[in-house]
């Protein structure tokens, strides 16, 4: 059985590692040469690191840090306000929350898909890079590559980020993100030079790894930092408002800005002017590749992920605010849950009788009953956990927003005043394994159909 991936991100190649485990031949189509590999960190709650562990993923060498509390800080004095401790979170939720540097975490990934000659972890992944894909037929699983060629799969999947256009083929309509009005500044600093500074160094020395949150109330910015890579690299990530350039009528439009581009340090600093001095100190420290701003961006929530033979995963299905510091994992989450539901496909259609015609007719039944399946075990966390993530601190006391939760979602939620990153939020969000969940929803399905019920 083939699948095809388009998209090498964190999704793609998720989805690429444990559509291999179950035994399937996968490609994935990149249209970039991996060249323009985004710095910055990223932290895995246990939702996702469970799968990354089970996948033999290779933390040493990813010189992963635990991130093991959540500290709230005044931007001004730097003093601390509210802190969520979780060292016990490996033994609460059977796997830890770590921290990696994305290149890490990016290559850890690509060579869990390509690796050779592993017993057990089905055939190595066939990347292809700089081959775009230009538009997709769901129904009949063909890919158009630029160049002209089409290629058809059995199982589709679509991991082309928030900015994808095949979202278009898939919903039969466009749908592109809208911006949030909020930014992020990110970049790098060598830790070695942040605990040269006394004061900075008070900040780390004998706490707790993790996030620490800077926020300045009066502007709405929150400048969030971590470790990764072994302790040695500081991680920035500022949210702020997005300042719309001027047009010559003196109007600002959002719209008309790129979605990442250079920041200026001057420019930074300024919308940095509340933070205390120890802070903004760190703005010149940014590593040789600079501060880059990015836009952050929304889409509705999808209704469905599935179609024909496709499925949506990753940014292409659930773009959202960094807020929990959720959208891979629940990518990853998501990958992991394809592993279980594709395991025995090819297996299962060999039992139908009739030859290669009934084989094949009996397959395409089994894969858009698994896709369904899928759906209806991702609608409700992924949408979950985009949700409360686009409603930023403010969280569940947002007008409305437990009734939208509600139309995809029906478990428990935290208590309206929970924080970002809080137990309650970390409980609901994170405190979940997808794999098993799959497991029971196939097992269940298997013995209605097996009574003669509607799976
Ligand atoms: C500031 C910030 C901080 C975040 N922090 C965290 C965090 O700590 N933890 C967490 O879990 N999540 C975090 N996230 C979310 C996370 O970064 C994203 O959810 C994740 O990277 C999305 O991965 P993806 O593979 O879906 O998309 P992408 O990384 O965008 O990958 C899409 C890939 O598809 C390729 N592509 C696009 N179009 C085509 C085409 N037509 N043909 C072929 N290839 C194509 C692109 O080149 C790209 O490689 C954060 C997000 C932001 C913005």
């Known amino acids: ?10 999704a793609g190649l998720s989805a690429a590692i444990a559509l291999r485990r179950a035994g399937l031949e996968v490609e994935v189509y990149e249209r970039s040469e991996f060249k323009n590999e985004i710095g910055a960190a990223i932290s895995t709650p246990p939702n996702a690191t469970a799968a990354l562990r089970r996948w033999g993923f290779d933390f040493v060498a990813a010189q992963t840090v635990p991130n093991l509390s959540t500290r709230y800080a005044a931007a001004e004095d730097l003093g601390t306000v509210s802190e969520s401790r979780y060292e016990d979170i490996e033994d609460v939720m059977g796997s830890p929350c770590l921290s990696f540097h994305r290149v890490d975490l990016h290559g850890g ?15 190595p992944v066939a990347i292809h890079l700089g081959c775009e894909v230009l538009s997709v037929d769901c129904e009949n699983g063909v890919l158009e590559l630029a160049g002209g060629r089409r290629v058809r799969k059995d199982l589709i999947i679509i991991a082309d980020g928030a900015h994808s ?14 911006p949030t009005g909020r930014s992020i500044y990110r970049w790098l600093v060598s830790m070695d030079e942040v605990m040269a500074d006394p004061e900075l160094a008070t900040q780390y020395r004998d706490e707790l790894p993790g996030f620490l949150g800077w926020f300045d109330a009066q502007k709405h910015i929150l400048w969030v930092t971590y470790t990764c890579r072994g302790g040695t690299v500081l991680n920035n990530a500022v949210v702020h408002d997005t300042a719309a350039p001027q047009n010559k009528e003196g109007a600002g439009n959002e719209k008309d800005i790129s979605w990442h581009a250079l920041a200026a340090t001057d420019t930074v600093l300024a919308t940095l002017s509340n933070f205390h001095p120890a802070a903004r100190q760190i703005v010149s420290m940014a590593s040789e590749d600079g501060i880059i701003e990015h836009r952050l961006f ?4 999808l209704e469905s992920f599935v179609r024909g033979r496709t499925a949506v995963i990753g940014d292409t299905a659930h ?14 989450e998501s990958a992991s849950v394809l592993e279980v539901l594709f395991r025995d496909v090819e297996s299962q259609s060999r ?5 290669e015609e009934a084989f094949d007719v009996e397959k395409e039944h089994i894969i858009k009953e698994r896709l369904r399946l899928f759906d209806k075990l991702r609608i409700p966390r992924c949408n979950l956990t985009m949700i409360v993530s686009n409603a930023g601190p403010e969280g569940l006391h947002r007008p409305g927003l437990e009734q939208e939760i509600r139309r995809f979602y029906h478990g428990p939620l935290p208590p309206s005043d929970a ?6 939020f970390r409980e609901v969000l994170f405190h979940h394994d997808a794999s098993l969940e799959a497991e029971q929803a196939l097992r269940n399905g298997t013995s209605a ?6 799976s």
């Open 1 to 10: 059985m083939a699948a095809g991936i388009v998209g090498a991100g964190i």
């Open 109 to 123: 990934l690509r060579a869990l898909a390509t690796e050779e000659g592993v017993e057990g972890k089905g055939k």
């Open 165 to 178: 256009k095949l979202l278009a083929d898939f919903l039969g309509y466009q749908a592109p993100v809208q």
């Open 419 to 424: 924080l970002p990153w809080s137990d309650e």
């Open 319 to 332: 773009v959202m605010m960094p807020t929990h510091a959720a959208g891979a994992a629940i990518a990853i």
């Open 298 to 301: 929304h889409r509705p929530p």
């Open 351 to 355: 039992n139908a009788t009739g030859g």
């Open 449 to 454: 159909k097996e009574n003669g019920k509607d």
